[in-house]
């Protein structure tokens, strides 16, 4: 399995590096959202540890760049941000989980194992039927290209 870490404290990435190899990853690992943005275009990841702290912007930018071009590679958000209303608004933004650090190495393993048993392409799916789209990524329903909204357990059109 191939890791993109996105991460710019050297001693985070050097430990997160040496356990992921032990487990067998393959992982690259750039300090900046152009490294990765660079990365991801010219490699194939099957996950993304995603910092959001970089020194040129924020993570949930990349992230939310990601998802509207379609990239459904799963993404573990790895950072400092640990209140609520982050959390939320991070995993609102495309990431398929989210640990706040300080973390134990065993705990990011063992998501990244589960992020990785998905079955391919459930993640940010477009299913159509007839004229009704449903984007699971962006959790919205479209007839007819207009968006429905579901409000007091009904429909409004």
């Known amino acids: 399995m191939r890791v993109l870490l996105v991460e710019d404290s050297e001693s985070i990435t050097d430990y997160i590096c040496i356990c992921l190899k032990s487990e067998g990853y393959v992982v690259d690992s750039v300090g900046s959202l152009a490294g990765a943005k660079a990365a991801l275009a010219i490699t194939s990841f099957d996950i993304v540890i995603l910092d959001l702290g970089l020194p040129d912007g924020d993570g949930l930018d990349m992230l939310k760049e990601m998802r509207a071009q379609g990239n459904t590679v799963p993404v573990l958000v790895l950072t400092a941000r640990h ?75």
Not at 85 to 91: A, D, F, K, S
Not at 96 to 104: S, V
Not at 115 to 130: C, Y
Request: glycine share 8%; charged share 25%; net charge positive.
């Open 83 to 157: 209140n609520l209303n982050e959390r939320v608004q991070g995993l609102n933004s495309g990431a398929d989980d989210y640990m706040p650090k300080p973390f134990a190495v065993e705990e990011l393993t063992a998501r990244l194992r589960a992020l990785l048993r998905r079955p391919d392409g459930s993640l940010g799916v477009v299913i159509t039927a007839g004229n009704v789209d449903f984007n699971s990524n962006a959790r919205e329903v479209r007839v007819n290209g207009k968006i429905i909204k579901y409000q007091d357990a009904k429909w409004v059109f």
